[in-house]
Structure formats: C-alpha cells, structure tokens
C-alpha cells in the first residue's frame, strides 16, 4: 500500500481508539493473517520492532503497527537475470539484496534485472518489502532466496529499445535520450553472450553532444571481456575517447576472437571519466567483419554513382571497369546518418564513413573532394583520422579543415559546387599497417548554416619521383590502364577516349599529385606542364587555380577549345623546391560540362622557360562587313512586325534590290513574291567574289509548282541545275527536303542552291521564272521568299563566323551564309520564322587547298531560341544538295550545334552544306559557324 493508503488507515485507528479506549485487547485478536500486529503508546519517540502487545496508562492513545508480509519472489523464465514479487499490501518499495550483501537496491515496482558481475553469471538474491510510514507499518523480513543465472542473449545488433532492454546495468539504471542508450559518468552495463567464429568482432557505436562536457575530455569508453580489458582495432590506445566538440558519433570496432568458446562470456562497457555528461550508444552490432578489415581498395571512388543522373557527361570510355562509388561500397562503413545525392555522398551532422586501408607505396596519398550546399558565405568543415588521430591536409595547420580558410575559396562564386574543396593527406607514415580511416563532418568547427559535408570523390596514389628524364603521361590513354592512373583526382570525374574529363557544373574538380625532386641536382629547374581541352562545348572559358604544398599560387580563366592541337597549358615551375618534395594540385571551380585533362609532362632543364600557361587559341574570325547580296519576296516588317527584327536592319524586296519584274509579279503577299505561269525576275550584276554561290527559296498554296534560273550572257540565255541535281527545272515534290505528310503546304517550301563560279569576273542577268503552264499540272503561284548571294569559303585552317556580330557592323550584307526564307537579324544572329515558309541556310566550302592534307575536316552551325523549356526542332541536313540526315533536336536558350564531317571531300573545290527546319516555330536562330581544322 502507498503512503497515502496508510494514513488512511492511521486515521481509521484513530478514530476507533477514541470510541473504544478500553477495547485494546478485542482490537488486538483481530489482526490479518499474513501480517503480526504490535502496540504501541503514541508518546513513544520510535517505533517498537517487538511482535508482542505490551499496555501504558490508559489515559495514552495506543498505535497498531502492522508488520509487512515477505514478498514471494520467482525468477523470470523468459527475461534473463530477471526477478519478480508479488505486490505486497501496504508496502512502499523494496530493497532488493544480492549475493548477501548488506545493503540492498531500493526498488519502486515488482521486477529487478540483477546486474553482472565480473564473478560469474550466477547470483542469490532475496527482497523485503519496505514501509515509508513507520508509525504505522514494520519493514518485512527477507523473502524466499532464489537463484538467477544470466542467459546468454541471442541477439546480435541493439538499436536504443535492444540496448535498454537487453542489457544490463551494474550500478543504477540504464537511461535514454533521443540518440540512443545514455551511460551516466562511471557507469557500466554488461551482457552475457556466447562468442562464436560469427560473433567474434564487436562493433560499438558511441557519440557524446557538442558543447555540453565542461571536462577536460568527452566520455571515455572501455570494454572488457570476462574482467579483461580488450582494446580497439581502429583506435591506438586501450580506452576511446569520445569527440566533446563535435559530438559526432564514432565507430569503435574490437575484435573479441580471443574468447571464442562453448560457455558464454560478460562484455562490459564502462564510461571511465566519472564526469562525463553523456556517453551515448546508438547501435551496436556482433558479427564477423574481418572482410571489411581486409577488403582490397580501389585506386579512386565517385561519392555517389554519377552515371545515374549524368549519363551523358559521366559515361566512361569502352572497355574500362566501372568508376566505383562509395555509396554503393559496403568496404566504407556509414556512420551517423549518410544519404546519397546526385551531388555525391552526403554526411549529416556529426556522421562519417570509415574504411580499413592497407597502406602501400601505391596508396600513401589521398585526395579527397568535398562541399556542401549552403550560400558562398556558409562554411563548412570536414577532416580525416587514421586510428582515431585527425591529420593534417597539405598546407594545413590544423587537423580540420574550413571552406572559408580554404586558400581555393572564392567569394564571387555564385553556387556551392564552385565552392568545392579538394584536400591531400600524407598517409605515408602507415605504410606497411592496416589502418581505420575516417573521413568526418566536422561541422562543429564552421557554426551556422547547412550542416552536410557532402564526398565527391576519393582517390589514392604515390609520389612520382622526378629525374632528368622527361616524362608524359597521355591522358587519352587512361582508358587503358584505369584504375591505375598516374596522379589523384577530386571532384566527379571519368574517362573519354580524349582524357580525365571533370563536370563541375556541379562540383569543382581537379587533380593532385606529389612530386620527389631529391635526386634532381642542385640548380635544375624543374616544370610541371598540364594540357586542358574542351569536349562537345566548343570555346568555353574554364578557371583553373595552382596550388603548391596548399599554398595559392595562380589563378587563371582560359579559353578551352574542343580541338585536340589547341590545348590550354597550366604549368608550374617547381625549381625551388629542388631536393624535397612538392604537393601539387589543380582546382576548376568554374561551371563546365566536360573540362577535359589530356596530357600531364614533368622534367628538368637548365634553362628558365616562361609561358608555362596559356589558354587555347580562338580562330580567325571571319571579319568581312560584306558578305553578299540578299533579299527578301515581300517587305515582311509589313505584316509580321517584331518578329523580322529591327527597322534599320531589314531587307528590300526583290523590286528594291533591283529586280526586274516581267509578267504576273506579284510582291504584295505575306509570304513574298508571287511569281505566275511564264512570268519571271531577272537581275543584271558582275559575278564577283562576293556573288559565286546564289540560293534561292520558295513556296505554292497547294499543288506542285515548277520554276527555273537561268544565266543570259550576250543574249544566250542557259538553264542551270541546282546543286546536287540533273534537271533545270525545279520544283516542289522532287526537292530532296520534301515531305510527303505535313501540317501545312509551307513545310515543303524549297531551297535550292546554285554554283556560279563559271561566270565570276562576268556581267550576266540572272533570271527566275515560273515555267508552269495553264494545261499543266504546276500551280500559278510560285512564291518567292528569297534570294541570296555569297561568297565560296577558302578553308586551309580552322576559323569561326560569329552571326551575332552582324548586328553590331549595322550592316544587314555582312552574312558569310545564306539565308532561305523569311529571316532577319537579332542580337544573337540570324533568326527566322518558319511558322509560314521552311527555312534555312546553305554555304559552299572550297576544300582544295593543300594545307589540308592529311587533316580532318569538320563544320558545325550552332542554332539557339528564347525558349528556357526548349522546343523540339526538326533540321534537315544537305550535302552537296543531297539529304544526309533528318533529327530532332531540343532547342532552348544555350547552343545547339550540328556538325558535318568533311574529310573525305578534302580536295574538291566545291562542296555545298544545307541546313533546313521543316518545323512549324516563330524564332530559331542561326549563332555561328565553326570549320576546324586537325
């Protein structure tokens, strides 16, 4: 019974004492069975412990002490170490007493988990029940003695629930927090388990909490087996001590091996400081990890599987093993809460991984990429441990490390992948050990903000000693001997057949290496030559920031082009450190898709060479502010406003640009000239350079139309074929571009190209005619949207023309293609409008020169639109009039190209590109250009 039931009775007495003062002697023979009576005078200053009625004066007020009754006591069948009681009426709690000793544990309850001693798994044990009110109540004597034996547990991971339930606590009781099982400062708990070839390693998860330990150290953590002291195979020392500051979680791993046996075995852990706060167990775990401790080690990991989420640019060469991640990797343990991101392998607060390294010659330096995602100005912090002790980076003075102390930091950054840190660490001193390394989150040194550090990469590798020998290593060889690349890489990188390509869209990236320059003699000077390139992006701008033993040495924005003989150089002069050694690495932060590492040089000189870095080389661009002669079948700025661009940029109709109109002329519809049956427009002009190709485009409103161009020189009028055709006669259907289903008849309007190189330096009309009858089945409207001229392109190296540029010049000539079709001029090149008229562009190459010989031949023509979401675009492509290939392609707001290979017309003189979009759009436009040269 509680004290609250007691004084219920008390009063009771009380009152029966008051109204029945002579009847002490009838209230004595009414006592409960199960317990003994006692009397007592209430001026008695304590209790009497006698089981006998004994009388004072009647004049004094007499109490009845009530001794308790023994607890039954049973042992718990299914619970080891467990015992149970009866609830004894009126008691208030129990002391329980184990293995006789004097002074019993207060318990308030039915049930006590005897605790382990280092003296076996049997204990006796024995309980009396015990009053609060001892006025009124006597203390039981010791109840039955019973014998409880501590069963071995058949469990082999405790998560917090496991952890409070299944072991036991040798002083006290076992609390909790959120995390996990909370040992008190000093205390112990214990577990009996039978260690088997499965069982025999032990792994223990501990953390304390950041800031919350006023000691000089966080908990201390020791386990023993059987009374015997077993120390960690990943710590130094026989005890752990766990991180104060941080409070991240630690693994401790102990190898238990030594007590296999039959019997079963008391593992102890106890909190050894005696004032820590908190020692917190999250999870523990028995098993047989000696794979983990043994497991071979790649050369180099991705912190997340980037092949998932960027196929395109994460994609290795043929032929080559997989990248491995460390996500995926079971050799890595996660500890604390690790998820995986596109980004890479993300560490929460206080969590970490942990790998069991066999240190060599080949693996005693590591590189490791990390960053996070908070603002430019959110720092975070990481480091890295071997056996629990934290190491210095290269150029490090600490033992972690913070974005903001970073000598690569950049504080115009506009994304955290920019913001990316790569850190070496010398893992020379092990070599020849296995080692547990940890890579942590360290977040407790970089307050405020995201809390995740987030793994790009990991990679191995040794120093490479340099002597007077020049070495290369070709990067586009790496297909070939991948994993074992020459030096470190950092950030989400792989293998193309051109080299070690880098996405830092997402991620800044790099490379690292050690050099050995002690057998280089005194007064050499020593270089380090890397070569860069770009790759499907042609002409993008890449940072790349040096560095020398963690110090900042340059910082340089290169030009990278997608040309294997124009490479960027980022070089390093290492002379001063001639007789040492010399940690090199180089950062790219900036935004790029595919920055691209092609060859790695390092030798010895007795001369000083300057321009060890410089960025790739643009081509001549083409600068003409004339490039032709061209116009538009109708004023479009008419009807279609906008669209045609600016007033000052627009182009005449055909009657403005000196066209003649003979016959049934019409240039007063919306989309251009409308020439009828047996009517023509002629045009008189030199045929100069500038005049050597004409294009010509046009559509009907239904059926077939047939139509002609035609040279008269000294009165002789002489049909000519398109390009790429036998007959002089043109026409809608038999266009190589034509489609048999479309939307709409303008999807079929033609571009046909002509060579008029037989008359250059000659005065000639040129004449375009339909030549449909009345009784035929051609159509009375040949529609006319324009015509062009230019020039042929000389190629004998690589060059660039830059539509962008027009605009600029102020001159609406200054094209170096021709447009077919209704186009016009923007700030971002040619655009045109092909929601009424296909459209396109078409230009003659003169192949022949032979500077070319042996080369490769390639043109791309890069098309863009003001759509962010893009929009599916079909281009038809022409070669020399023929139709080579149909794609669609999504065009948005970045660049799109389409490429030609030329190489093998090298040698002809004549040779005719066309590009045409049969797509139904308001905007596409033409950006540039680009003929390279290898």
Known sequence: MKKSLALLVLASVLSMTACNNNNNDKQSSTSSPTSTTTTSSTSSSKPSTSTSSSSSSSSSSQIIKTTLAAPVVTVDEEKSGVINWNDVENADYYLVYVNGSEEGVEVVGTTYKVPLTDAGLTSTVTVKSMTDDEEHFVNSGMSNLVSVTHKASDRTTWGKDELLSDWTALSGTLGSVNEGLDLKAGQSMAIVKKITVETKMFNLF???????????????????????????????????????????????????????????????????????????????????????????????YWGHNYADNWSGEMNHADGMEDIANIANDPSWIKVGNIGDLNEGLKLEKEASIVKYLEVTEANSLMTVAFRNFGGIDEDFAGGVSVNGKFLKAVGDNKTYFTKLTTPTYLAEANDGGQEAVMKTYDLSAYI????????????????????????????????????????????????????????????????????????????????????DLSEVAEGKHVYVRTYW????????????????????????????????????CVGLDLSNFVGQTADVAIHIPSRNYRVVLTKVEYYTTDETEDNLSYPATEDPVIVETTGGEFAWGHNYKDNWGGEMGDDNLKYSNLAGSGWTYTGDVNDGFNEGCKIGYGASVTKTLTIDQLHQTMAISARSFGRDFKGRV??????????????????????????????????????????????LSAYLNKEVTIKVENTGTQDSNYCDELVVGSIGFTSVLKVTESLRWDASTVKGTNNNQALQVIPCGPFSIYNEGINFRTQDFASGITKTLDLSDEALTGKTVKVKV???????????????SLLNGALVSTETKKINEDITYLEFDLTQLIGQSSVNLGIRTPSRTYRIVMTDLVVTVE
């Open 862 to 876: 890069g098309f863009r639109n003001f759509n962010s979401g893009g929009e599916d675009i079909e281009f038809q």
């Open 533 to 568: 390139r770009g790759l499907v992006e042609d002409n993008i701008t890449a940072k790349f920031q040096t560095l020398v033993n963690g110090e900042l040495i340059n910082t340089y924005d290169y030009l990278l082009r997608d040309r294997e003989d124009n490479l960027a």
């Open 206 to 300: 501990v953390r304390d909490f950041e800031g919350q330990e006023t000691g000089e150290t966080g908990a201390i953590v020791e386990l023993k087996v059987n009374g015997a002291v077993v120390a960690p195979v990943n710590f130094e020392t026989e005890t752990v001590t766990i991180d104060k500051d941080c409070g991240r979680q630690l693994l401790i791993t102990y190898d238990l091996s030594s007590y296999i046996s039959d019997d079963a075995s008391i593992i102890r852990i106890t909190e050894k400081t005696g004032y820590s706060n908190h020692c917190v167990v999250t999870y523990a775990a028995m098993g047989d990890y000696s794979s983990l401790l043994s497991a071979g080690t790649k050369q180099n």
């Open 432 to 515: 020849g050990k296995t080692v547990c390394l940890t890579i942590a989150n360290l977040k407790c040194y970089a307050p405020g903000g995201n809390e995740d550090l987030v793994i790009g990469s990991v990679s191995f590798g040794s120093a490479v000693k340099v002597t007077d020998t020049r070495t290369t290593f070709d990067a586009s060889l790496s297909k070939n001997i991948y994993p074992n690349l020459p030096l470190m890489v950092a950030g989400p990188f792989t293998v193309y057949n051109e080299g070690i390509s880098f996405r830092t869209n997402d991620y800044a990236g790099g490379i690292a290496q050690r050099f």
């Open 710 to 755: 035609s040279v008269i020189e000294n009165e002789v009028e002489t049909p000519l074929a398109p390009i790429g055709y036998q007959d002089t006669d043109f026409t809608q259907n038999g266009a190589a571009t034509h489609k048999d289903s479309v939307e709409d008849g303008c999807q079929n309007a033609i571009m046909y190209a002509y060579d």
